[in-house]
């Protein structure tokens, strides 16, 4: 298992290594100059040419490309992953900022598709045939193809402004006012989650089904156990490895549906960062938080690889 991890995190490093040069190089591609963009949202202040130049030189957009990304790769593992042209802060202080609200929303919406997307897809698949796995597939199959920018809007407009149940739009830290913050959660965290946990209903019932038909299920009902020992002594475990696997595919997911979801409701998280960084071309800002969040995603596929043994001893890493 030692061995298995160590070659993992070097697969790892190797992935964020072309991660980064992948991202350097499409952020160079993207036309425009990001010093000339900044001026011009900046009308009131008049730079000269000079001036430019200055800042040119301060965010080192003056050296030729490979200096720029081996000095950008170099600066990172100091701890320094530059200063934003756009906010005029360092990058590590506004991700400082933002990424724990992104988390926030992210991580509970992981639950919340994980939990309830297996206990849906269990549900339908001992009760299957009957009015209940009807729902629950009907159900799954409306939530994964809905798109969640427009149940966003549906929500705002129906909860927010037609019944005032929910606000609307912002982020209130849970330390400042925990029942705001409740409030002000539910809608981006259903959002985020309705696609993951429709696929994971999907997932598990389809798992479910094919481990209830096999010869040591059938002996355990013949032995005369209680279902509820069968389904999860004998069967849940069985049926993890590809509800597991599915987990892990769907955090690059909820990760990426909050840079919508953090600008329907107005969220200062990461991903309504990245969309102003992107916008604005401010190359520091796009760089790190695309590295950051590809470090995220291969941490967790590495955590779900290692999880394959638990869930079945079979399962031996050489």
């Not at 190089?25 to 000339?36: F, Y």
């Not at 299957?128 to 705002?156: C, E, H, Q, Y």
């Not at 200062?268 to 590295?291: E, H, K, S, W, Y």
């Amino acid at each position: 298992m030692g061995s298995y991890i160590i070659r993992r995190l070097l697969q790892a490093l190797i992935v964020l290594a072309i991660v980064s040069i992948l991202v350097f190089l499409a952020m160079q591609l993207l036309p425009g100059d990001p010093l000339l963009i900044f001026v011009g949202q900046n009308r009131m202040l008049e730079y000269t040419e000079a001036e430019i130049n200055v800042l040119r030189v301060q965010f080192g957009l003056d050296k030729s490309l490979p200096v720029q990304y081996i000095d950008w790769v170099t600066n990172i593992f100091i701890g320094d992953f530059g200063t934003s042209i756009t906010y005029g802060d360092k990058v590590s202080t506004l991700i400082g900022e933002r990424l724990p609200v992104t988390l926030y929303l992210g991580v509970f919406a992981f639950i919340l598709s994980s939990v309830f997307g297996v206990l849906a897809g269990v549900l339908a698949a001992v009760r299957r045939g009957k009015w209940l796995d009807s729902i629950m597939t009907f159900l799954a199959n409306v939530g994964i193809t809905i798109p969640i920018f427009w149940l966003g809007i549906l929500m705002i407009y129906f909860f927010g402004l037609k019944l005032s149940w929910l606000p609307i739009q912002g982020y209130t830290s849970p330390f400042t006012d925990f029942w705001l913050s409740t409030q002000k959660l539910i809608m981006p965290v259903i959002c985020l989650s309705v696609v993951s946990l429709a696929s994971n209903t999907r997932q598990t019932r389809s798992s479910m089904l094919e481990v209830l038909h096999q010869d040591y299920v059938r002996t355990a009902w013949s032995k005369g156990l209680k279902e509820k020992d069968i389904i999860i002594r004998h069967t849940l475990k069985n049926s993890l490895i590809p509800i597991v696997t599915l987990a892990g595919m769907h955090i690059p997911i909820i990760f990426g549906g909050s840079v919508l979801i953090e600008t329907v409701f107005n969220i200062p998280g990461m991903g309504r960062l990245m969309v102003n960084a992107v916008l604005a071309q401010d190359f520091a800002i796009v760089r790190t938080c695309f590295l950051l969040i590809s470090a995220i995603v291969v941490f967790a596929n590495l955590l779900v690889d290692i999880s394959y043994s638990w869930l079945d001893p079979r399962i031996r890493y050489s």
